[in-house]
């Protein structure tokens, strides 16, 4: 853009700017004695007008100056080689800088932002730490706490699962209700019975006869019954329409059966004017309707009925009422709270907890009450050994439940100390359960039979569970993995770690994380699988399950499993989220762990928490109490195990043997 351009467009601008002064100072001139509102508004306008010209009138920077307008445009009106080089340069750099930028933003491996290099510190500590040999120390505390906080505005709501069971079993004060079936029953049976006398009438030859048996006897009798049924349940039952038409197509079926609306085709015309007469106030309507109502009655979705949108907000206000009025009530409070919620609302009522009773159980039960355990992890070995103590300590109370427990997946073996559960097993089988005096080991060992190993060895299971779950995890968005500022954290400092990842798994990220798990695993297997074809030929049990399964995967992300965690999590009566936190150090070394877990729900009344803290340093280990109990049942010096599959053997002999010997006498005696 030339020099003489710019000019013009600044004389334009001049001149639009004169041109919109001059009326307001003709205007002036030529009305002397203007009000004042007129000059305001004059000075309004010539402000307004200014803005406007002065805004129209803002110079391009991009052509001010040739250097400028190469930066970032390239101009094709002239043939200056050396301008054109100049804003070709400019041009690709600014396309780099752009693309720069661009990558910066979304290219993560490249440039990792405070989550994915959180995601990655993590991944990095725990691939180091299944692979290297570690001890563990935890240990988990509890704590309940009202499932809605007193001060939150949903206290004193209820969720939506128990409005909708509540209000749908909910039966206002003198309703129908299902107590009332066997008073109906008989009812019924009253009606039915008349029924019959009728049959008798229309069985009779005598015209007369018949006519006072219809006139004077069935209707007299049916008066009575409907009189009884109409007395022995309130008036509030029949507002309910529904309800009275269903009442009221049922007396007729039976009416129906018993010949009343039914005559013959010779008496259709004589005796058809009795039968409705007799019918007191059900019409024909409602007989010819009856099929229709028994068939849809008695289909699949005839329970549906109480769904009705109008009926359920009905009830739903009437219970709300009821609660209102017993919460005010003190006469008859018992009385008031059955009426309001309900035989269903008092059950859930029963299972809820009052907040009285949450802080008596966190002071009488969950403060007292830990949940220890030591473990030593050997990869190589494929070995975990552990004890886990179940303590529970007052000033007056103390009592401990110690349970060793090794797993051996390289020898397809489980060891355990089977003293806590020997007292449920001597319930069970008394004659067969050794006692601790007649044990030559404190431990036994049990091993899964070959036709299992032969198939899958629990070693190739093993390994392929491990990789899932850490596939799976490296799978999850970034956004579930945080770095924490540790600088307030105490246990923190009791580790030593220098840095802090926090990991959140709600119903979705578990959901997601069990759906990836299974994938894998499935897809490790059918390698292993694929790589043995000597000991897995076509028609295999576990190839047909592997190609089945591979099948049913193809059908469902790993997605869908989270969301429906979360439905039912939603709709069913519990409400639970994980929170983990992982403690490291500057060369990505898992120190510790820690794990919060929230149980709980609107139905339960409460929250429960457990607070687990895994410490994997040695000193911790050496210094525990439980440890002693590990090595002594799980060491180099502990005694060997009992084969728990050759005593499971010596049990079913001795079963056998007694059999024999049984049917022996019983044939000997039978003999003699």
Same mark, same amino acid.
Request: charged share 20%; proline share 4%; hydrophobic share 35%.
């Given at each position: 853009?030339?020099?003489?351009?710019?000019?013009?467009?600044?004389?334009?601008?001049?001149?639009?700017?004169?041109?919109?002064?001059?009326?307001?100072?003709?205007?002036?001139?030529?009305?002397?004695?203007?009000?004042?509102?007129?000059?305001?508004?004059?000075?309004?306008?010539?402000?307004?007008?200014?803005?406007?010209?002065?805004?129209?009138?803002?110079?391009?920077?991009?052509?001010?100056?040739?250097?400028?307008?190469?930066?970032?445009?390239?101009?094709?009106?002239?043939?200056?080689?050396?301008?054109?080089?100049?804003?070709?340069?400019?041009?690709?750099?600014?396309?780099?800088?752009?693309?720069?930028?661009?990558?910066?933003?979304?290219?993560?491996?490249?440039?990792?932002?405070?989550?994915?290099?959180?995601?990655?510190?993590?991944?990095?500590?725990?691939?180091?730490?299944?692979?290297?040999?570690?001890?563990?120390?935890?240990?988990?505390?509890?704590?309940?706490?009202?499932?809605?906080?007193?001060?939150?505005?949903?206290?004193?709501?209820?969720?939506?699962?128990?409005?909708?069971?509540?209000?749908?079993?909910?039966?206002?004060?003198?309703?129908?209700?299902?107590?009332?079936?066997?008073?109906? #029953? $008989? =009812?019924? +049976? !009253?009606?039915? /019975?008349?029924?019959?006398?009728?049959?008798?009438?229309? &069985? *009779? %030859?005598?015209?007369?006869?018949?006519?006072?048996?219809?006139?004077?006897?069935?209707?007299?009798?049916?008066?009575?019954?409907?009189?009884?049924?109409?007395?022995?349940?309130?008036?509030?039952?029949?507002?309910?329409? #529904? $309800? =009275?038409? +269903? !009442?009221?197509? /049922?007396?007729?079926?039976?009416?129906?059966?018993?010949? &009343? *609306? %039914?005559?013959?085709?010779?008496?259709?015309?004589?005796?058809?004017?009795?039968?409705?007469?007799?019918?007191?106030?059900?019409?024909?309507?409602?007989?010819?309707?009856?099929?229709?109502?028994?068939?849809?009655?008695?289909?699949?979705?005839?329970?549906?009925?109480?769904?009705?949108?109008?009926?359920?907000?009905?009830?739903? &206000?009437?219970?709300?009422?009821?609660?209102?009025?017993?919460?005010?009530?003190?006469?008859?409070?018992?009385?008031?709270?059955?009426?309001?919620?309900?035989?269903?609302?008092?059950?859930?009522?029963?299972?809820?907890?009052?907040?009285?009773?949450?802080?008596?159980?966190?002071?009488?039960?969950?403060?007292?009450?830990?949940?220890?355990?030591?473990?030593?992890?050997?990869?190589?070995?494929?070995?975990?050994?552990?004890?886990?103590?179940?303590?529970?300590?007052?000033?007056?109370?103390?009592?401990?439940?110690?349970?060793?427990?090794?797993?051996?997946?390289?020898?397809?073996?489980?060891?355990?100390?089977?003293?806590?559960?020997?007292?449920?097993?001597?319930?069970?089988?008394?004659?067969?359960?050794?006692?601790?005096?007649?044990?030559?080991?404190?431990?036994?060992?049990?091993?899964?039979?070959?036709?299992?190993?032969?198939?899958?060895?629990?070693?190739?299971?093993?390994?392929?569970?491990?990789?899932?779950?850490?596939?799976?995890?490296?799978?999850?968005?970034?956004?579930?993995?945080?770095?924490?500022?540790?600088?307030?954290?105490?246990?923190?400092?009791?580790?030593?770690?220098?840095?802090?990842?926090?990991?959140?798994?709600?119903?979705?990220?578990?959901?997601?994380?069990?759906?990836?798990?299974?994938?894998?695993?499935?897809?490790?297997?059918?390698?292993?699988?694929?790589?043995?074809?000597?000991?897995?030929?076509?028609?295999?049990?576990?190839?047909?399950?592997?190609?089945?399964?591979?099948?049913?995967?193809?059908?469902?992300?790993?997605?869908?499993?989270?969301?429906?965690?979360?439905?039912?999590?939603?709709?069913?009566?519990?409400?639970?989220?994980?929170?983990?936190?992982?403690?490291?150090?500057?060369?990505?070394?898992?120190?510790?762990?820690?794990?919060?877990?929230?149980?709980?729900?609107?139905?339960?009344?409460?929250?429960?928490?457990?607070?687990?803290?895994?410490?994997?340093?040695?000193?911790?280990?050496?210094?525990?109490?439980?440890?002693?109990?590990?090595?002594?049942?799980?060491?180099?010096?502990?005694?060997?195990?009992?084969?728990?599959?050759?005593?499971?053997?010596?049990?079913?002999?001795?079963?056998?043997?007694?059999?024999?010997?049984?049917?022996?006498?019983?044939?000997?005696?039978?003999?003699?």
């Amino acid at each position: 853009m030339s020099s003489n351009h710019v000019n013009n467009r600044n004389r334009q601008c001049h001149s639009e700017m004169a041109s919109n002064y001059l009326p307001i100072i003709n205007n002036k001139n030529n009305n002397g004695h203007v009000s004042q509102t007129s000059k305001l508004t004059s000075i309004a306008l010539l402000v307004g007008s200014a803005s406007l010209v002065l805004t129209g009138c803002q110079s391009n920077p991009t052509a001010s100056t040739d250097v400028a307008a190469s930066s970032t445009l390239m101009d094709f009106s002239t043939a200056n080689p050396a301008q054109s080089q100049r804003q070709g340069h400019a041009f690709t750099a600014s396309q780099e800088a752009q693309a720069e930028r661009y990558a910066q933003l979304f290219n993560q491996e490249k440039y990792p932002n405070t989550e994915h290099q959180a995601k990655a510190h993590l991944l990095a500590a725990i691939r180091q730490h299944l692979a290297t040999e570690h001890v563990a120390v935890a240990q988990a505390n509890y704590q309940a706490v009202p499932f809605i906080d007193a001060d939150s505005i949903d206290a004193g709501s209820s969720s939506l699962l128990r409005t909708i069971i509540e209000t749908y079993a909910y039966q206002p004060k003198g309703m129908y209700d299902s107590s009332d079936d066997e008073a109906q #029953a $008989e =009812a019924r +049976a !009253e009606l039915a /019975a008349v029924g019959v006398e009728s049959n008798k009438c229309n &069985e *009779n %030859e005598d015209d007369d006869a018949y006519e006072v048996c219809v006139v004077e006897g069935i209707n007299y009798d049916y008066d009575d019954a409907k009189d009884s049924i109409e007395s022995d349940y309130p008036s509030d039952y029949y507002k309910s329409r #529904a $309800e =009275a038409e +269903a !009442e009221r197509k /049922a007396i007729a079926a039976i009416l129906s059966e018993a010949g &009343e *609306n %039914e005559p013959t085709s010779s008496d259709a015309n004589s005796d058809n004017e009795y039968a409705y007469d007799g019918a007191d106030d059900y019409s024909s309507d409602d007989y010819d309707n009856y099929d229709e109502y028994s068939s849809g009655g008695e289909g699949m979705l005839s329970g549906m009925s109480g769904l009705n949108p109008k009926t359920l907000a009905a009830k739903y &206000e009437a219970m709300q009422m009821a609660k209102q009025r017993a919460q005010t009530e003190l006469t008859n409070s018992e009385e008031l709270s059955m009426s309001s919620t309900g035989l269903i609302g008092n059950i859930l009522t029963m299972f809820s907890r009052t907040p009285e009773q949450i802080a008596a159980s966190n002071a009488y039960q969950y403060q007292h009450l830990t949940f220890n355990s030591v473990s030593q992890y050997n990869p190589k070995q494929r070995q975990l050994q552990s004890v886990y103590s179940y303590d529970y300590a007052t000033p007056t109370v103390s009592s401990s439940i110690q349970i060793p427990v090794a797993f051996d997946f390289n020898n397809s073996s489980v060891t355990l100390d089977p003293s806590a559960i020997m007292p449920i097993v001597a319930l069970v089988n008394p004659e067969n359960t050794p006692l601790p005096s007649q044990m030559a080991s404190h431990t036994v060992s049990f091993g899964l039979p070959d036709s299992i190993t032969a198939q899958l060895p629990p070693a190739v299971l093993y390994d392929a569970v491990l990789n899932a779950i850490q596939s799976s995890m490296a799978e999850l968005a970034p956004e579930h993995f945080s770095a924490v500022d540790i600088s307030g954290d105490a246990f923190a400092k009791e580790v030593g770690a220098t840095r802090v990842v926090k990991v959140y798994f709600g119903s979705q990220q578990s959901g997601e994380m069990i759906g990836k798990t299974l994938k894998y695993v499935t897809k490790s297997l059918q390698e292993y699988v694929d790589a043995n074809p000597e000991k897995y030929p076509n028609g295999a049990m576990l190839k047909a399950a592997l190609a089945k399964a591979q099948l049913y995967n193809k059908g469902y992300q790993s997605a869908d499993v989270g969301s429906l965690l979360q439905l039912i999590e939603a709709i069913g009566p519990i409400s639970f989220n994980q929170i983990n936190y992982y403690y490291l150090d500057n060369s990505d070394r898992l120190l510790a762990k820690q794990q919060r877990v929230n149980i709980g729900g609107d139905l339960l009344g409460s929250t429960t928490t457990m607070l687990n803290q895994v410490r994997y340093d040695k000193a911790s280990f050496d210094h525990h109490a439980l440890t002693p109990l590990l090595a002594e049942s799980f060491g180099s010096n502990a005694v060997a195990p009992i084969d728990g599959n050759a005593w499971i053997a010596a049990q079913r002999q001795k079963k056998t043997d007694y059999k024999r010997h049984a049917m022996r006498v019983t044939i000997m005696r039978m003999a003699a």
